[in-house]
């Protein structure tokens, strides 16, 4: 009501944070360039294989990726990329100039470091990527990438020093593995240990397999033969990894191996973090992760959250999750904000928990300063499932691998209205069969938060929107229904207490909350007057791109 406002809402920003930036940090700021020669940087970033490589593939256009601690070295790769690229560009009398070759570099990724950024490429239209460092090694869906991982010293006795510190027994079984920028030294380690006497130590390579058992490398074992290389269980080693390795390798690998130890690489000039995890706390880890589950297992809406828009099959994963939701009887809806963070996240108070959709590695996302949980599609599968079938076993995976193929993406309104009808016929053989005419719906045993003990009446809010525009039928404010959808399919329905919000026929949680749950209705003074007027249709702007834009109806003139 207008009484109920007494004065119009802050907007602006108070004196005392003008002056403040309240964006984190960069990483960039941070980073300096280390002081290395050039003959030593040739080495670091492989620029004759890089050279070689784009040659074969006849790019003309290539996008340089880099992550934040490496960008101090960008401009120094583009010069000598550039200078190696010319060698030989005019050789061969008579015949055309060839196409001088562009690169660009992309600094700014739009979603994690470690995934190829083919949206920013794109923008250049790149013919293909170079992404150095560190990589999650997820295959792409558009365009062709050339990893250099660059290669990095390590001091070996160290190395070797802190292994015989972990590992006092000599008959110890140890598969040792590396950060990709160490990968070169797997090799050597190993036979260094073997003369010291460490019989059943085993290297790994690089493969790009994320869902292997561990994620993108292959197990070598010495005395088996290639084809039978696959088939040893870890569940009896241990594993030492050499490098910091990212938190969601070590959940992964906490149920796959005996334990995990680290060998951290100070001397790395591309460390932007001291931080080393303990392997020790991983249990401590899956439970809060657990208590994520049990968080989103009472959830009404839940939203997905598209957090790459490079990686191979997400189109489908997001088709599956969102039928997975829908099974379950739980609205969902897709999101997609780039980079997260909490302030992007909260102005979407309706939605109950998220669940990312990305990478093995960027799925996991930090709860710190989230008010809603964010899981990855692995836990919401053991989310969705009922309390007696639901076991915690210690696995976990963060990454859209594994998810079950989705089927082809129907129409959501054909669907609810099928569901509608077919909902509406059992709902009446359901109020004739039971005793007292009670339906199945209100038979059902109740559901309670297992965190708070609380009962919950509201998880599985379609099912109850479907049954009830099933029994109101028709009896709808001035709407008439067609197969179950609004006739009035561009407007959002205002339906009897207890009911959700129908928007273009369809049950809506979110325009539900909005409508009822939703304090701020926007500036004005005429707040829930009756007599309020349709706004007058929106006039169309500008269109198009910054070097030549169309206004309003100019388009449409030819």
Not at 79 to 101: I, M, T, V, Y
Not at 365 to 370: D, N, R, Y
Not at 453 to 481: F, N, W
């Amino acid at each position: 009501m207008t009484s109920e406002l007494s004065a119009p809402p802050v907007l602006s920003t108070p004196a005392e944070h003008i002056f403040e930036d309240p964006t984190p940090a960069s990483s960039i700021a941070q980073a300096k360039r280390p002081n290395r020669p050039d003959y030593e940087l040739y080495e670091v970033y492989e620029i004759v294989r890089t050279a070689i490589e784009i040659k074969q593939n006849g790019w003309n256009r290539i996008a340089l990726q880099f992550p934040d601690a490496m960008l101090p070295d960008a401009p120094w790769v583009v010069n000598a990329l550039g200078n190696e690229l010319d060698k030989g560009q005019e050789e061969g009398p008579g015949q055309e100039q060839q196409q001088r070759r562009r690169l660009y570099i992309l600094a700014d990724t739009s979603y994690s470091a470690c995934c190829v950024d083919e949206i920013a490429a794109e923008h250049a239209d790149a013919d293909g990527v170079v992404h150095y460092g560190r990589a999650c090694l997820s295959p792409t869906s558009r365009l062709p990438v050339i990893h250099i991982f660059t290669k990095q010293k390590l001091d070996y006795a160290s190395v070797t020093e802190s292994f015989e510190k972990e590992f006092s027994e000599k008959t110890e079984k140890v598969v040792v593995m590396t950060d990709v920028m160490f990968q070169e030294h797997v090799a050597p380690i190993c036979e260094s240990l073997r003369e010291r006497g460490y019989s059943n130590v085993v290297a790994t390579e690089i493969v790009r397999d994320p869902t292997g058992t561990i994620p993108n490398r292959k197990v070598i074992w010495p005395d088996a033969p290639a084809e039978e290389q696959t088939n040893y269980s870890l569940n009896e080693y241990h594993l030492f990894h050499i490098s910091t390795p990212p938190t969601s390798l070590l959940l992964t690998l906490s149920s796959r191996l005996a334990s995990l130890r680290i060998y951290s690489t100070p001397s790395s000039p591309y460390t932007t973090t001291s931080e080393v995890p303990d392997p020790s706390a991983t249990p401590g880890l899956l439970r809060r992760r657990y208590g994520l589950v049990i968080r989103l297992a009472t959830a009404s809406i839940i939203g997905i959250l598209v957090n790459t828009l490079s990686v191979k099959n997400y189109m489908s994963t997001i088709s599956t999750l969102k039928s997975q939701i829908a099974a379950a009887g739980k609205k969902s809806y897709t999101i997609v904000v780039g980079k997260l963070n909490a302030a992007k996240l909260a102005n979407f108070a309706e939605v109950d928990g998220w669940v990312v959709v990305g990478c093995w590695e960027s799925g996991l996302v930090e709860q710190e300063g989230l008010w809603k949980p964010v899981i990855t599609p692995f836990e919401l599968g053991l989310a969705l499932q009922g309390d007696e079938s639901r076991v915690w076993t210690g696995e976990w995976w963060g990454g859209i691998e594994g998810v079950v193929e989705a089927s082809p993406v129907k129409d959501d309104n054909a669907e609810v209205g099928a569901e509608q009808e077919k909902d509406k016929e059992v709902t009446e053989n359901e109020v004739e069969d039971v005793e007292g005419g009670v339906s199945d719906e209100e038979s059902e045993a109740p559901e309670f938060d297992l965190r708070t003990g609380k009962l919950v009446s509201h998880s599985r809010p379609m099912r109850v929107a479907i049954r009830s525009v099933s029994r109101s039928g028709s009896e709808t404010d001035g709407v008439d229904l067609v197969n179950g959808q609004s006739a009035a399919s561009s407007a959002i329905v205002k339906r009897a207490v207890g009911d959700v919000a129908l928007v273009n026929g369809v049950a809506s949680p979110g325009a539900e909350f909005l409508r009822s749950q939703r304090t701020w209705q926007g500036l004005g003074t005429e707040f829930g007057a009756e007599d309020d007027e349709e706004s007058t249709v929106v006039e169309e702007g500008r269109s198009g791109v910054a070097r030549g834009y169309t206004v309003g109806q100019d388009q449409l003139r030819t």
